[in-house]
């Protein structure tokens, strides 16, 4: 079986015999039914491809489409004129830039239908080379914008060049409006949603189907999907790494499904590191290797956000669908680029609940933020990772508790901001990272940070404390009955007090106590 990683063309896709995921059915109804669609799914999410679906598709090359479930569906396979936008293929670091990708793309439409308009605004090009192709081909046009919002990611933390991009690109747009007649159908897709000021604001009839139950699959693969299409592969998959087929397609959904885009919807596989696992034979966390949210993570510090907070804080449908209040709550940015994923519904309130969608998501997020969250060392083999999980696993709660003093000491906090919430922030990345290896739960309250951890043969309570003694810590152990749970258990208990100085900036005493209630 041929994998199509990277490869974005449908054309190539189907004349080259790569595998294909047929999404067509979906696509004939977004087709037949409406006319102005936006999308928003994560980086590598198949959405390029589906745009370069659809473009096949209203070219009329029906023989591309043998064999698939719009061959049964589309009778008639017009030829349409299709203005393809492009903006994933450049770095945009001033307005020049997007100038220079809007006229390269203006270009070549002009080329085609004519440029007697090539020295106006880019805006009123875009109007009259569609209403040229329309005059020459007797047939509406089809546009389709790929990765919108590109140069205003590329601008998170310069408000300036943003707005310029947005004024740019929202006069472009309008144009779609003005143009109404000329328009058979227009599909816009990126990774996030820019709301109340958005670059789509003069486009009212734009339906966002991102959150829509009936195409939640139209990107990535669905559990039915990788049974029917890939089920031989995972055989393959299963025998390479030495495991059972059931084993396998475990492994599989625990590392890549996940994905929720609206509430009581089937989970979705991140397509990118299912297809290259498929490929490999290998399970490594492939959507990490190809970029790092370096921005998300500084959006995160630059509103001081309590990291424990991601997976805990109620967000409304209207915030979840914006990224416009990044600068107070970064939570729709990292739902929107695919760290986070919609994990609960409240019915009564409506209103949702995230969480990390997989293993490779929550893994490599977890990874990606230590050394933002966590001291500067001179030397780093004091946070080497294994020596406390083997701690850990081997009852040494004193050694564990050495080595965790040793790490938050002498280090570099310059720019640590708030010190509470800094340690806090820290605690909780170092926490998640050491629960990749063993049974990490954490149970929280206003004010406070508490942490199980669990082993085969041990159980560790954790009280964490700001300015206070490591003795009252463990009193409050005992006044909360936090260990009353595993009064039965077989399994060896510690008591762990820990003290936090704001003035010192590190741990400042610790008292380990083995069993008793």
């Known amino acids: 079986m041929k994998y199509p990683i990277g490869i974005q063309n449908f054309g190539e896709v189907r004349r080259d015999g790569y595998v294909y995921v047929d999404k067509t059915a979906l696509m004939y109804k977004l087709t037949s039914e409406g006319k102005y669609y936006f999308l928003s799914r994560p980086r590598r999410f198949g959405k390029s491809l589906l745009l370069s679906t659809l473009e096949a598709y209203f070219q009329g090359e029906k023989t591309l489409f043998d064999g698939l479930a719009v061959s049964e569906l589309e009778k008639e396979w017009v030829r349409h004129p299709i203005f393809h936008l492009d903006l994933n293929s450049r770095e945009y670091k001033d307005e020049s830039s997007l100038e220079a990708e809007l006229n390269r793309h203006l270009e070549q439409w002009e080329k085609q239908y004519g440029d007697e308009f090539s020295q106006r605004a880019t805006e009123e090009r875009f109007l009259q080379v569609i209403g040229k192709a329309y005059e020459q081909t007797g047939k509406r046009v089809v546009i389709l914008v790929d990765e919108y919002d590109k140069p205003l990611l590329q601008a998170i933390g310069n408000p300036t060049l943003q707005d310029a991009y947005r004024s740019k690109l929202k006069a472009f747009y309008s144009v779609l409006k003005t143009c109404d007649r000329y328009i058979r159908f227009a599909f816009l897709t990126g990774v996030t949603k820019f709301g109340k000021v958005s670059v789509f604001s003069d ?98 510090q630059k509103t001081n956000y309590r990291l424990d907070d991601m997976t805990e804080e109620q967000l409304s449908a209207d915030t979840l669908n914006s990224i416009d209040i990044m600068d107070e709550n970064p939570l729709p940015l990292l739902f929107q680029s695919g760290y986070l994923t919609i994990k609960g519904f409240d019915r009564e309130f409506k209103t949702y609940t995230l969480g990390f969608p997989n293993r490779e998501v929550k893994e490599g997020f977890v990874k990606y933020l230590v050394p933002f969250y966590t001291p500067k060392k001179e030397e780093k083999s004091v946070f080497d990772i294994s020596r406390f999980v083997k701690e850990i696993r081997s009852g040494d709660a004193k050694g564990f508790m050495c080595r965790l003093e040793a790490f938050f000491s002498k280090g570099d ?30 149970h929280t309250t206003d004010g406070r940070m508490d942490m199980l951890v669990q082993t085969k043969d041990y159980v560790y309570i954790f009280e964490l404390k700001i300015d206070q003694s490591a003795d009252i810590a463990l009193q409050q152990i005992d006044d909360k009955g936090y260990a009353k749970p595993f009064a039965s258990d077989p399994r060896k208990l510690f008591k762990i007090g820990v003290d936090f100085s704001t003035e010192k900036r590190c741990i400042d005493g610790w008292k380990v106590v083995e069993g008793g209630l």
């Open 203 to 300: 486009l009212n009839n734009l339906f966002d189907i991102s959150f829509d139950k009936r195409y939640v699959s139209i990107c990535g693969v669905t559990e039915r999907e990788l049974h029917e299409v890939f089920d031989h592969s995972v055989e393959t998959l299963a025998q390479a790494n030495g495991m059972g087929k059931e084993e396998c397609y475990s492994r599989l959904k625990l590392d890549f499904d996940g994905y929720h885009f609206e509430e009581g919807t089937e989970g979705i596989y991140n397509p990118f590191s299912l297809l290259n696992t498929l490929s490999s034979c290998q399970f490594r966390d492939y959507w990490f290797e190809t970029g790092t949210p370096t921005f998300l993570v500084h959006q995160l």
């Open 413 to 442: 906090y310059a720019l640590m901001g708030d010190r509470e919430l800094y340690f806090q922030n820290a605690m909780y990345v170092f926490f998640m990272l050491l629960g990749l290896y063993v049974e990490v739960e954490r």
